[in-house]
């Protein structure tokens, strides 16, 4: 593929990152896997824009730069990652047990010899989900986030979220498989350099990476129509973990979790 062309594909990847101004509302309700809303735990959703960071009073872009910075450095964001990781572990520890017993239940009513073990999932977005791109994004003093994540993704360098990291191990001694679903463009270039910084980072034996093929409309439609086709292929996804509200919504699983990011917001 020409460099011109992947410079294009990249372009569409990165068009809806943005800055917005704060704000966000604490929880958003819904179904369950397989519906087109499912619950989602946040202590610092988007909502309309960034989410708060403790900044008082009338605030522009220089301190916004401050504020993401000692967010970031004092010690708050990565205790916010854990707080949501941590939840999101613990309902996959509660529920994989419970799904696999109802399984051995049913299969004794009605007389199943050979009963199938229930197929589980977990869905992990990538970048400020999986990956951090916090030091590209801090180099341009967060006015630069398309330039941060593209310089990131060919790096492929990126250390891992470490809750979400520590959430796919957890998933992985379960025999819980792993997919993850990005927005990064279905280009080989970009897939080859994607695997390389996931397994860098600690990542391993995951069931899929599916990159965005470019012809699926917004965010939500790309993310919950993958989401749906696992789900066709007889997985209950139990946990789907983002970064971005648009990475949530559209159901297909049975909860949903989000991590902060208050660097940069992609619209739906």
């Known amino acids: ?26 929880l958003a309700a819904g179904g369950k896997t397989g ?6 735990y946040s202590i610092r959703p988007t909502g309309i ?6 900044m008082h ?11 993401l910075k000692s967010y970031h450095d004092s010690g708050r964001y990565e205790n916010d990652l854990e707080a949501v990781g941590h939840r999101a572990r613990n309902y996959l520890d509660r529920r994989v047990p419970r799904i696999r017993k109802q ?43 398309t ?10 360098t990126s250390p891992a979220v470490g809750p979400t990291l520590d959430l796919a191990d957890d998933a992985d001694r379960k025999g819980v498989s792993v997919f993850f679903i990005t927005g990064r463009p279905e280009i080989q270039l970009v ?10 980072a600690g990542y391993s034996d995951w069931a899929e990476l599916i990159l965005n093929p470019g012809d699926a409309g917004g965010t939500v439609a790309y993310k919950s129509g993958a989401r ?6 007889g997985y209950d996804i139990v946990v789907n973990m983002g970064d971005q509200d648009s990475d949530l919504k559209g159901g297909h699983a049975e909860r949903a979790f989000k991590l902060p990011n208050p660097f940069y917001f992609i619209a739906d």
Do not use: W
Request: a positive charge.
């Open 35 to 40: 519906s087109t809303t499912n619950p989602i």
């Open 1 to 26: 593929m020409s460099s011109r062309r992947i410079r294009n594909h990249l372009l569409c990847f990165l068009a809806g990152i943005s800055l917005a101004a704060a704000g966000g509302y604490a």
């Open 57 to 67: 009073g009338t605030t522009g872009a220089g301190d916004m730069v401050a504020s």
């Open 228 to 233: 749906a086709e696992i789900a066709d292929d």
């Open 103 to 145: 399984a051995r239940r049913s299969c004794r009513r009605n007389a199943v010899k050979h009963c199938p073990k229930p197929k589980l999932a977990i869905v992990l977005d990538i970048d400020e989900t999986s990956l951090s791109n916090y030091q590209s994004l801090q180099a341009t003093d967060f006015t630069g986030a």
């Open 191 to 200: 897939r080859d350099k994607t695997e390389e910084n996931l397994t860098g």
């Open 49 to 54: 824009g960034l989410p708060r960071i403790g």
């Open 147 to 156: 330039a941060a994540l593209a310089t990131s993704l060919f790096a492929a």
